[in-house]
């Protein structure tokens, strides 16, 4: 899921402009001074998160900064109300009680994962998976505000419950601490350029082709960088999974496919071997386009 509102300072993570700040009346405005959202959806800054995003999105793409105005809306109480976000604005010298704050699309949340049952169990014996890297249900098209809690909290104690019930009492316990990098920050830099470019706000087939390829060539030159490889994976089942989803729905857009499928009303499951296959799949299904993308993008 992609966050609409990410402070446009610069930095990586970006600060995130909370919702309700729209909420306390804040509105979103192009550097013309235009509230563009009141022409893309009746609600306006309120509608659900991925309209926000993606309209916000275009207007980026079409050359035109997009910024957060609340000085009418909170003006001098923000300090009090939003501090969190005042100190991200002051920190770069914007007074956001003053001055619109700079923002764009930030990939906030993934709302798939390793397939659990209500106690986080996975399908490998002795392996349960919470929080972020799970997939539990409980979200839809679109990620509700606070199900994070949900999934970290309550399937955090389901979790701990079970294993708590099924370990023997004597055990030790063995801290893990993941491996570096090495020298393949170059790999995951060119991997996260690949995945804002072609598995954005906005994708399409030959595009999610293209990512599924240089994906693939990514991932077998990282086989002896565990932490990296599994980024690759990661980033590889989430293309194959949107090339796979011919249809739009919620934070998943297709610019082939834009109308939602009933047929797709449904959770879908991947096993990497599926991947792969979607991957080669996509390779002979959208060929000349992914080749040309791939020329274009000089990769």
Not at 11 to 31: C, F, M, S, V, Y
Request: glycine content about 10%; charged content about 20%; aromatic content about 6%.
């Amino acid at each position: 899921q992609f966050h609409p509102t990410g402070i446009d300072i610069g930095r990586d993570p970006a600060p995130l402009a909370t919702e309700a700040l729209r909420g306390e009346g804040a509105a979103l405005i192009n550097q013309r001074g235009e509230r563009f959202m009141l022409s893309v959806h009746p609600d306006a800054e309120l509608a659900p998160r991925d309209v926000v995003a993606r309209g916000i999105f275009r207007e980026i793409k079409a050359g035109r900064r997009v910024y957060l105005d609340a000085r009418q809306a909170v003006g001098a109480r923000f300090a009090d109300a939003f501090p969190t976000v005042f100190a991200a604005c002051q920190a770069v010298g914007i007074n956001p009680a003053l001055a619109p704050i700079p923002v764009a699309p930030a990939a906030h949340y993934h709302m798939g994962g390793l397939a659990t049952d209500d106690l986080g169990r996975t399908t490998v014996n002795g392996l349960w998976a919470v929080g972020e890297c799970a997939s539990t249900g409980v979200h839809g098209a679109n990620r509700l505000a606070s199900n994070s809690l949900l999934e970290a909290v309550v399937f955090g104690a389901r979790a701990a419950a079970d294993m708590d019930a099924q370990s023997p009492p004597e055990r030790s316990i063995l801290l893990l601490t993941p491996p570096a990098l090495g020298g393949r920050g170059r790999d995951m830099k060119t991997m996260r350029q690949v995945m804002t470019r072609f598995v954005g706000l906005e994708r399409d087939g030959v595009g999610l082709a293209q990512a599924l390829a240089q994906i693939s060539a990514l991932m077998a030159g990282l086989k002896a960088e565990p932490m990296a490889q599994n980024q690759a994976m990661a980033a590889l089942l989430i293309a194959a999974g949107a090339y796979q989803r011919t249809e739009s729905r919620g934070g998943h857009f297709r610019t082939d496919y834009r109308r939602t499928a009933p047929d797709w009303a449904h959770r879908t499951f991947l096993t990497l071997k599926d991947a792969l296959s979607i991957a080669e799949r996509a390779r002979a299904e959208q060929g000349s386009g992914a080749n040309a993308l791939f020329a274009a993008a000089g990769t």
